[in-house]
Each structure stands twice: as structure tokens, then as C-alpha cells.
């Protein structure tokens, strides 16, 4: 089930996201080597609280009766996406550390939503919104090849966002994604998507960033008031992935290295494209 946002739930999530991106920042320059992960996870813990707002992703129900350990995913080298700030460990120089991150805010009663004229969000017992966003950053120097990695997952990020406007479909982004990343001699995930966001810290649709084709089931047009994560996870070898003995981290199924870059999305009118919601 899809579900759209009204413009004024656009623009809460839109607040929640810039404080959100704020976070990202400040947690990104402590990733230098010899930086500790548990000591990420409690700054993290420690702002989303400072702004009364809640970790989207700590104690999340991953499936088989595994909760997510940690509010940030710290995903180091060869791991894709859900690497676990806790227990702890050190980066260390060369390292690519991708710092994923989700947040529901502001967490508010019914009566204070309607006192400060704010949307509440009734799917949620806190009654905030979420988004959810995504950066690898790299530990001191890092090699040639993994700096080229960051640089084109990033661009293919932002290749995904360009096509992200009413009257396009999913494919179009996957495609654009995909076809980039293939120029460059990487490869696309296709075993993790992103999502829609906003209610929920994941809801329908599945954003690909590979082509699925115009004719597939999953493919549908994109329309105002979606919004969706995006959030290309690519791999410097081949796209397949493995689970880590762990049961919820994901990495490379050849030990290459992966980076990962997301942004939440609003879908606008057609013909005004979208709004990024977690950039400062």
C-alpha cells in the first residue's frame, strides 16, 4: 500500500530530515582512525535526544526473531548495509564507513501536535515521522579505487534523485542508476532496495537502483505525495551479497568494498519535480 503525504506532512518530514542531515554531519567527522563505533552510536543517541526525536532502526524487528542491536548502522568495507555500531569496533586508516541513519520526530502527544498546528502521524504511537539517510565517508586516506567508488555512488544518487518526478516510473531511477554505475565498472545491489518513507521507517514502494523494466509488476509511476528513500548500495565486484554470521549484516559475497549513499524524497506536482528532505 502506497501512502501519500499531504504538503503540510511534507514539510514536518522536511524539518525532521534537515535536523537529520545535521546529525549525519557531526557523526561523519568522527570517522577518522582509531574513532571507536560504540562512541558513534552514543553521539547519535545523544543528539536524535537532545532534538526529541527517536532512533528508527534500534531494536528493529529484522525477521527470525533478530532485533537490530544499534540505532546507527555503521557498515564498514565490505558490508553493504546493516552493520552494527555495538558491539564496538575501531575504524581504522582506509577504511570506507558507511554511517546509515533513521529517525522519527518529533516525538509528540495529539493534544501538542494540534497546540503547535503540527501533523501527527497516527500509524505511529510517538506520533512523529520519519526519514531516513545514508553516507560513506572515508577513514584518512583511502585507496584510489574506493575514493572512485564513493565518487560514483554518490553521482549515481544523485543521477536516482533527477528522475524521481511525477509522471516517471521506478525504472526510470533504476535504470539511470544502474546504467551509470555499469559505465563505471561497478555493480548495483539487487538483493537490498530502497523504500517509501514517512509514516513508517519503510513502506511500499521498493526503489530500485538497477532496471528492472517498464513491463515488470514491481514498476509503477511516480505521483505527488510519494515519498520514497533512495539509496543505491554498489559494489566495486559483483552484485551478489551474503548474510554475515551475525544474521543482520549484509556484505559483499567476494569481500569487495561497497559505499552507500540515500536521501529521502518528496515527489512534487508535475512539472516541479521533488524535494530532497534530508540535506541541510
Partial sequence: MIYYKTKEEVEIIRQGGIILANI??????????GASTAELEEIALSLMKEVNGRPAFKNYDMGDDVF???????SINNEVVHGSSLPDRIIKEGDIVSLDIGMEWPIQTKEEAEANNRPYNDKSQLGGFYTDTCRTFPAGKISQEAQKLLE??????????????????LNDIGKAIGDYVKSQGFSSVRDLVGHGVGYFAHEDPNVFHYEIG??????????????????????QGKFRVKMDSN???????????????EH????LE???????????
Fill in 24 to 33: 549525519l554531519e557531526k557523526l561523519g567527522q568522527k570517522v577518522v582512525p
Fill in 68 to 74: 537490530f542491536p544499534s540505532a546507527l548502522c555503521v
Fill in 152 to 169: 560514483v555512488t554518490k553521482k549515481a544518487l544523485n543521477l536516482g534523485i533527477s528522475k524521481a518526478i511525477a509522471g516517471n516510473t
Fill in 214 to 235: 517498464d513491463n515488470s509488476y514491481e514498476n509503477m509511476t511516480l505521483e505527488p505525495g510519494m515519498v520514497i528513500a533512495i539509496e543505491p548500495m554498489i559494489n
Fill in 247 to 261: 544474521g543482520y549484516t549484509i556484505i559483499t559475497s567476494d569481500g569487495s568494498l561497497s559505499a552507500h549513499f
Fill in 264 to 267: 529521502s524524497i518528496a515527489i
Fill in 270 to 280: 508535475k512539472g516541479r519535480g521533488n524535494r530532497i528532505l534530508t540535506s541541510m
